[in-house]
């Protein structure tokens, strides 16, 4: 089981209001509520504060997370997208209500309400100014504090502002890019470590830096998204090399646009062009896999192919 608490919080009584983080909060609970084939993936709860009627508290919020955090489930998440404020003595996510920064509910907080779940997976995500406050030890901000199974990714580092663009958050449109697919591997699993690679990769340096902090032993998936290539066939990269350094040896057989094609061979050959599209091979002395079949060349495995050869040798995939 997993659960989602998306946070968007626009509207703020006594200090400037927000205008894309309804948006942003929307977009996050598309994306997490179901996979890229449509089955559940996380129970997501959405709750936006766009207007005086439904601006939410420092209790509220805090509420909601004691919610959130509660139960022995598999994975929690956290996405929260607002204002957010940092002072020597750490950082606060600004509720509707506050009258001045540190009337906000503070990060170390939320921290210590993740530390006390039985969750196995703690996932803290923050759209929000000074955002990668989150962790760190308020008398040493060159060391963070991070419960085992938690990670916290976060738009920005702690002295940096979260930037908006056409009504949506930078981070919150690469973040929904990179669940969407763009930082899935090739069994279709997106983790917060590719997430984090997609995000920092986007964003140039002189762009706000996103930060992610972790302690875990392994990465949750947080989307399953429809993979490049099917488990079949990547379960016939054994079948195919020998070892992760072996050659499979084409000929003109192989190429159905042949005059001698052969239907076994051809079909093979159609699997190793997919090898080919995903970078998990390529051919040897030649610039396309046609070439190679025509001149009776071969393929080799790249670093990318020879580490999916071993993943499916060793049943890890």
């Known amino acids: 089981m997993k659960k989602a608490l998306c946070i968007g919080i626009n509207y703020y009584e006594h200090i400037n209001s927000l205008f894309g983080c309804g948006n942003d909060a929307s977009a996050m609970y598309n994306v997490l509520s179901r996979n ?6 996380f129970s997501t709860e959405l709750y936006i504060a766009d207007n005086p009627g439904t601006q939410l508290s420092k209790e509220e919020l805090k509420d909601k997370i004691k919610k959130l955090f509660d139960g022995a489930v598999d994975s929690t998440l956290l996405y929260f997208s607002g204002h957010g404020y940092v002072e020597n003595t750490g950082g606060y996510l600004l509720t509707s ?23 196995r997976n703690k996932i803290i995500i923050l759209d929000c100014c000074h955002a990668g406050t989150a962790g760190n030890i308020a008398c040493n ?17 702690p002295e940096e502002y979260s930037m908006e663009k056409g009504g949506k958050g930078v981070f919150t449109s690469l973040l929904v890019e990179a669940l969407n697919g763009g930082a899935m591997n090739l069994v279709g699993d997106v983790t917060p470590g590719s997430v984090y690679a997609y995000i920092d990769q986007a964003l140039g340096p002189w762009d706000q830096r996103p930060m992610f902090k972790t302690n875990v032993h392994s990465f949750v998936s947080l989307r399953k998204n429809t993979p490049p290539i099917t488990l079949q066939e990547l379960y016939r990269l054994t079948e195919y090399f020998a070892d992760p350094d072996s050659e499979y040896q084409l000929d003109p057989s192989y190429e159905p646009t042949s005059e001698i094609k052969v239907e076994k061979n051809t079909k093979i050959f159609s699997t190793l062009q997919r090898y080919n599209r995903v970078n998990l091979l390529i051919p040897k002395d030649e610039i396309h896999m046609y070439y190679a079949a025509i001149n009776s060349k071969s393929c080799v495995l790249t670093a990318l192919g020879k580490h999916y050869w071993k993943l499916v040798k060793n049943n890890r995939i």
Do not use: M, Q, W, Y
Request: proline content about 2%; hydrophobic content about 35%; aromatic content about 2%.
């Open 97 to 119: 209500d506050v009258k001045r920064g540190d009337n906000g509910l503070a990060i170390h907080d939320i921290l210590t309400i993740a530390a006390t779940s039985k969750a």
């Open 36 to 41: 890229g084939d449509g089955t559940p993936n």
């Open 141 to 157: 901000t060159d060391f963070s504090l991070i419960n085992e199974g938690t990670t916290i990714l976060t738009a920005c580092k």
